[in-house]
Each structure stands twice: as structure tokens, then as C-alpha cells.
């Protein structure tokens, strides 16, 4: 992989709307693995130098998303303690810790939804904001328990309308609604299910903008708000400074006027006080007054 | 104006989205004004029984409007109160009685929106939901006080553009978001301004869906959230039952998938224990722990 084809992939995640923060850490994974096999250098210091540098401009591109510095953060201390053995045996290394992380979110994933599905049991109405690929294996994996929905079209891009698709191609009776009228059906909830793109190491949660307030509107109606995602998903202090990403504003398809800004923040953090519990894919560990209890 | 005219204009009053509870509740007033002046009937009775049974249909086209209700019960009684004087005097004061009580709407709606500017002040920055002719008021009687606004687009329809459009032909620097970014916002604003389509008697409000996510934001970060509307706005018991009006779901601009249910409801209730101070042509009427302060 030329630095051509590196930067075009850099380019695609960062204008990546579809795809949550797991499945875009997973994609960073795959540009390393790809790097490795195939980068063209002429030794093994020279392929050591150029995965560091690649790691760290991946990282950078969704600065919401902490997944995406967990999991390459975690492959270079692999490839960082592998022993120098020669440029062909990094190269095998290097791909192979890609693969196996690749393997283990997936399996970290899969285990947070089946967590939180477990707790939830059958015959539920759950609710929930945007597009997760955790959430959507919850409702996968209550598909046959009685699950229905309440999905909201999560504007700008409506991305609940690819949850809804999935969900009616699953029989999942759904509920599909604005953005706006969260507080209108959150009370005929059983729960509400929240994916997240990154989780503060107080217990707060970036997550797409509208979950801020999906959550207030939860908490004021006794509903149990819970936030299912992978350990991986944790911020830690080395992250540097909390970014809120901003995309186009093209996206609220208005024209621009004199005096009038478009914003487009794409995430709101939702205080660890809204959450109900927090669920992983070790469990579900309650908020307790005192915090949170494992 | 003969039967099939006036079924054109109660169908339209059903199906306007562009003009708000009082514009509409005129409109009416027009209606009647201009069926007092040229319905086609032979005598003083015939006009009596076909003004109040036009009346009595208008009254049940928007049933989450109460001014519809207040004015045109307001009209009634004048014109039953009117001594029998022969048909051509009853066209005259009939119709001059619908001509009055626009003007007092107007007027009205015009001191309300005076009110609650003189108690905002100048350099404020205001958040509003919906378009609100009393809150686009508010505005324009601050334009040149150094008001901002922030705006949020409005769902299914965005009439926050048609704000946005006003606002910025008057100058006035305009922060236009999505609503989910309501709670992205709400900490940027002096205070929360929202009109309303009918106030109930415990002064909860009825008003475009969103507005009870928006108090419930401006609550949770202690920003004051004021309710503008005359006292045309307040529902009372005879009413009849509480309607929140839906809408075509085909304004979703989403495509019918099977098991999945479009949901478009226009209207939230925002309980009165989220409301700062309700505001009328009177005055500032602000929330106190025992209820409304006058």
C-alpha cells in the first residue's frame, strides 16, 4: 500500500458517516494489516518507522471515536515487543496482531449486545438513537424473544432508516420517528439502548448528537437508560483534548443565508448522572449514587 | 360564501403548517366574517343557525389549537348577544365582530411579544423550536438591541428555515441546527423562548414537538425557558378531550417498509414544572414552587 492509496483510505474514514466507532477501528486495523504486508521499504527499521507513522495519522481521524486510538494503540505495543526477526517475519507479525484485534472487538462486540440482550429479556420495547452496530445485534439477538422497536431517524443523514431496513428485514415491529419527537414516545419504552463512540473515564458518553437528549428525556420519565459498548470504547487522560467532530453543514440541506451559521456537531456527551447502567462485555454494571458499581 | 367555499377553507385550516395557532385562529375569524357578509340565506334565523353551525365546524379542525376555540366562542356570544335587527344589520355586526376580535389577537399577540422582549433586555442570545409569529415578534422588537438567535430546523417540515429567513433579512446573527444539536446549544443561550398552541389549565404547554426536549435541556442547564403567548392560548375544561394532532407520516420523507410504523405527531406537552414564566399581553408570570406567580 503507496502513500497514495494510505491517504485515500485516511480520506474515506474520516468522511465515513455510516459506520460506528468499532467498525471504523476495525477498518484502521485493516489499512495496518494491508500496510504491512504490502508496504514497499527496503528493511525492517525502515517498515517499523513507516506502521508507527501510519498508526498514529489513523488515530487521528475521528477524534470522537476512541476506539480507534485503543485498538491501534494496542497493536504497536504488539508490534513494538516483537523481536526484530527480519523485514518478512514483521511483515507476517504485524498483520496477524491486526487480524487477531480485528477478531477480538468483534467478538467484544458481539458479547456487549448478547450482555445486554440477556438483561433485557424477551417482550421488551426498546428505544434507541442513531445507528449502532452493538444495539442492532440487540435487537438481533431478541429477534425471536418478542423484541419491538423505537428508532429515530437521527438527522442529518437518517441514519435510523438503515436501522429501521435491518430491523423490518429481521420482523421487528418498529416504531420510526423524528428526532423531535424523542420526548413524545420515550415513556412507551420498556428501555432505552444507546450504542456510544466513546465512553469518559467519569462514565459520560459521546454518542451521536440527540442522545443528550433522549437520555434527559428517559431520566425524566423513569425509563432505564443504558449505554451497551465494548471496553475498547474507553477514553483514557493520553488522548489529548476532547473533540466534538463538526461535519459539513451541506448536510442540513438549507441554503446559506446572510447572518445565519449552520452547525453540525455530530456528537453530544450525555453525563454519567443520565445513565442507568453500563454495559460490556464483561456485564452490566449498574450507576450506583456513589458511581458505578461492577 | 356558499357550502363548498367554505369546506375549501376548513380543509386548508386543517392542513396549514406554515401559520401557528393564532394566525389560524384569525383565519377563522376571517371565515366567519366573510360568511356573516355573503352567506346565501332569506333571513335573520337561517343566518343565526348556519354562522354558528360553521363556527362549531371550525372549532374542531385543530383540536391541539386552543385560540381556534377561545375566539370563535368569543364571536358567538357577541353575536348572540346582538339584538334581532333584521338580516342586513346582523351581516354588518356580525362580520364587525370578527373584524374586532382579529384586531384584538393582534394586538395581543403584539403586546405579548412586547412583554417578553422589555423583560429580556438587550444583547441576548435566544434559543427557540418552531416558528412562532410571537416569538419571530420577540425578535424583531430586538433586532436592534444586539439579539442573536439560535434556531433549530424543526422536523418534519423545518419551518425553522422560514425563521432563519426572517431573521436574517433583519440582521439578527442566527445559529441554525439540527434539533437533535438542541442539547449541544442550549448552554450557548441567555434564555429559551417558545410560543405555544394552547396553554393548559396547569399551565403545562402545548407546543411543536421537540419543545419538551428543549425545556428539559434548558432545565438540566439551569437556562431559563419563558412561554410567550397570549390568553387566547389557555385551554379550558370545556374543550372537550386533548388531542395532539398527527400528521401525514408521508412527511417523513422515508419509504414504508413492512413492520415498521411512520409516526408523526405534531405536538409535545412541556409540564409546567419545566416552564420559567409564562408571558401574556399582561406581564411576566413567573414559576414559583407553590405555581404560577402573577
Known amino acids: 500500500m503507496d502513500e497514495k492509496s494510505f491517504q485515500a483510505r485516511v480520506e474515506a474514514i474520516k468522511a465515513d458517516r455510516e459506520r460506528g466507532a468499532s467498525e471504523l477501528a476495525r477498518e484502521c486495523l485493516a489499512v495496518m494489516a494491508e500496510s504491512a504486508r504490502k508496504a514497499r521499504v527496503q528493511d525492517e527499521p525502515e517498515l517499523r518507522k513507516l506502521l508507527r507513522q501510519r498508526a498514529m495519522r489513523l488515530m487521528q481521524t475521528r477524534p470522537s471515536m476512541a476506539p480507534l486510538h485503543n485498538l491501534l494503540n494496542r497493536w504497536l505495543e504488539l508490534v513494538d515487543k516483537e523481536p526484530d526477526g527480519g523485514l518478512g517475519t514483521l511483515r507476517v507479525q504485524a498483520s496477524r496482531y491486526a ?16 450482555q445486554m440482550a ?13 445507528l449502532s452496530s452493538t444495539v442492532a445485534a440487540v435487537f438481533r439477538g431478541l429477534k425471536e424473544e ?23 428485514e429481521w420482523g421487528v415491529q418498529t416504531t420510526y420517528i423524528t428526532d423531535a419527537q424523542m420526548g ?26 440527540g442522545t443528550l437528549l433522549l437520555a434527559l428525556a428517559a431520566h425524566d420519565q423513569d425509563v432505564p437508560f443504558y449505554v451497551c459498548c465494548e471496553s475498547f470504547k474507553r477514553r483514557n487522560e493520553n ?10 453543514p451541506a448536510e442540513l440541506s438549507v441554503s446559506q443565508l446572510p447572518h445565519v451559521t449552520l452547525e453540525n ?5 450525555t453525563p454519567a448522572r443520565l445513565v442507568s447502567a453500563w454495559v460490556d462485555e464483561r456485564g452490566v454494571h449498574f450507576n450506583t449514587p456513589a458511581g458505578s458499581d461492577e
Open 99 to 114: 487480524d487477531e484485534l480485528m477478531e477480538f472487538s468483534l467478538r467484544a462486540v458481539a458479547e456487549t449486545a448478547s
Open 118 to 130: 440477556e438483561h433485557l429479556g424477551p417482550n421488551k420495547i426498546l428505544m434507541t438513537h442513531s
Open 146 to 168: 418478542g423484541v419491538a422497536a423505537i428508532v429515530t431517524e437521527s438527522r442529518p443523514l437518517c441514519e435510523g432508516q438503515e436501522l429501521a431496513t435491518r430491523l423490518s
Open 184 to 209: 413524545l414516545f420515550v415513556s412507551d419504552a420498556d428501555a432505552v439502548i444507546v450504542g456510544a463512540d466513546s465512553l469518559l473515564p467519569d462514565g459520560s458518553v459521546i454518542n451521536k448528537a
Open 239 to 248: 488522548m489529548g483534548e476532547l473533540v466534538l467532530e463538526a461535519m459539513d
Open 265 to 269: 456537531i455530530y456528537f453530544d456527551i
